[in-house]
């Protein structure tokens, strides 16, 4: 959690640049301790709360929770999610929202909106592989359910439950997507040649924005790289693109690989709220499945 809230931060003076900068950005910017969470973050944090409910996860209870962020917050809302809030404020079902929206956009929308959250999902469920999958297919829908999407995050969740038992991101990648039918071929091909690609390999500048399956790429490439998790978080976060999405997400699995002690103090002092999430992500290990 820790590990994708600073990925999330680093990139935001990035986000959405054609180009890096002329000077990388090596810190976050202490203003951040008085900003409310971004998108990013802040529905991570919701989903983590979500899959704590006594009553276990449910999408109704998710959505309610995004519809009150929105509203309340909102900060760095994809215009994805934010139709499917819209409609969810209108008293549309979760699922039924996610899919109207992707419906109106020919089935074309596949952002990132879902992939990006995802993580907790994988702490909550990481002793427990078809419930891993089952639920994080089912968050994700609740805004985002074209299968690219689902499948990405449900990839990226599976990640995240291997590096804390200490196993292979990519391997559990390709084992979530090939127990998910129709999963896309590209996208499985570029996660089995990643030990074989740079950065520069995925098109983190060009269509690839916003997209789902880059920021899932982008996350397990990360996860593959033998550097420090400073140095490899900063490299995804200094390539510009969806900078923040992509720096959460390899954020949350480099975390997750090296743990809290990789994360410089200088991050970590200025995540707000910091023991919220500590909170958070001790409480989802140790939730028994």
């Given at each position: 959690m820790l590990g994708l809230a600073c990925g999330n931060l680093l990139g935001l003076p990035n986000e959405f640049k054609r180009a890096p900068p002329a000077e990388p950005v090596t810190d976050i910017d202490p203003a951040e301790l008085a900003r409310p969470w971004d998108d990013d973050l802040a529905q991570a944090a919701l989903l983590a709360e979500a899959l704590l409910h006594a009553g276990g996860f449910h999408p109704l209870d998710f959505g309610a929770r995004l519809v009150h962020w929105g509203r309340t917050n909102g900060r760095g809302m994809g215009?994805?999610?934010?139709?499917?809030l819209e409609l969810l404020g209108r008293g549309l079902a979760p699922l039924a929202a996610g899919r109207h929206v992707w419906e109106s956009s020919d089935?074309?929308?596949?952002?990132?909106?879902?992939?990006?959250?995802?993580?907790?999902v994988g702490l909550r469920h990481h002793d427990a592989p078809a419930e891993l999958l089952r639920v994080a297919e089912l968050a994700t829908a609740v805004t985002h359910c074209d299968p690219r999407c689902t499948h990405s995050a449900s990839a990226v969740a599976a990640a995240v439950a291997a590096l804390l038992h200490g196993g292979s991101a990519r391997t559990a990648a390709l084992q979530a997507l090939d127990a998910l039918p129709g999963a896309d071929p590209e996208f499985r091909r570029v996660v089995d040649a990643l030990p074989r690609l740079s950065l520069d390999d995925l098109p983190i500048r060009s269509g690839g924005i916003g997209y789902t399956l880059t920021c899932a790429a982008v996350g397990l490439w990360a996860a593959e790289q033998a550097g420090s998790l400073e140095e490899t978080l900063l490299a995804v976060t200094n390539a510009a693109g969806d900078a923040d999405?992509?720096?959460?997400?390899?954020?949350?699995?480099?975390?997750?690989r090296s743990g809290v002690e990789a994360?410089?103090?200088r991050w970590l002092a200025r995540v707000r709220n910091r023991r919220e999430l500590e909170h958070l992500a001790d409480a989802l290990v140790s939730s028994t499945a």
């Open positions: 215009s994805q999610t934010r139709m499917v089935r074309q929308a596949a952002g990132n909106g879902g992939v990006m959250r995802v993580a907790p999405t992509n720096g959460a997400v390899a954020g949350a699995l480099l975390g997750a994360l410089p103090e």
